[in-house]
């Protein structure tokens, strides 16, 4: 008689990751990494910004700082205030465009508002806030009028009363008078208005050296 000892049922095999879980957790494993490296990159812009603190640049550039921001501002000057007229003039994503006026409002620049002849659609408008903004515009496009190597074509930005061309923006001291960059320097608030340290005071961005036309001073 054939004997046969006892039968061990032993669990099968645990089956192994399928294709589709493992697409999945790598998937969630580079999103997890991405997230590690925007949290890296901001504080690093932290740290950075932190050399200019007391500096109200950081913030406004946090507010305008991309190109969408000073288009849809543009657009906004010239009387554009729906979604859809937005989008036709800028020829501009609609979630970006959802995007960037969102973060216009938020940060006061635009209001939204229904517009009451129809609560379904929403009107933009400048602020306040966003129309002191239009300087600011104003002379980045003189600057890339005078930089960008070819004549502008477009129209003109000109008085209203007289229809001439506005002068270009400059910088000003308290009497008016035109400053170069050579004649700016930071002071401490507690020195504005005084002679104190007048003696010692260097500009912050002095114009570059030139030889002489003579030739002096070349090797």
């Keep these: 008689m054939l004997h046969c000892g006892p039968i061990c049922l032993s669990p099968a095999p645990a089956a192994g990751p399928t294709w589709r879980e493992l697409r999945a957790s790598h998937a969630f494993a580079c999103l997890v990494r991405r997230a590690e490296c925007a949290s890296v990159a901001v504080m690093n812009d932290r740290k950075y910004l932190d050399a200019f603190e007391g500096c109200a640049l950081p913030t406004a550039l946090e507010a305008m700082g991309e190109r969408w921001s000073f288009l849809i501002l543009r657009a906004a000057f010239d ?57 600011v515009m104003i002379a980045l496009r003189q600057w890339g009028e005078r930089w960008s190597g070819g004549a502008s074509t477009g129209p003109i930005l000109c008085d209203l009363r007289d229809g001439a061309p506005i002068r270009q923006v400059t910088l000003q001291a308290a009497d008016g008078r035109a400053l170069g960059r050579g004649e700016l320097c930071w002071i401490d608030r507690s020195e504005m208005g005084t002679a104190a340290g007048s003696a010692t005071r260097s500009p912050c961005c002095p114009a570059p050296e030139r030889d002489d036309e003579s030739g002096s001073g070349k090797r």
Excluded at 100 to 123: F, Q
């Design 79 to 135: 009387g554009t205030v729906y979604f859809e007229d937005f989008q036709s003039m800028l020829g501009i994503a609609r979630n970006i465009l959802s995007s960037r006026l969102g973060k216009l409002v938020a940060n006061g620049i635009l209001s939204r508002e229904p517009v009451a002849s129809d609560k379904r659609r929403i009107a933009y408008r400048l602020t306040e806030k966003g129309a002191d903004l239009v300087p």
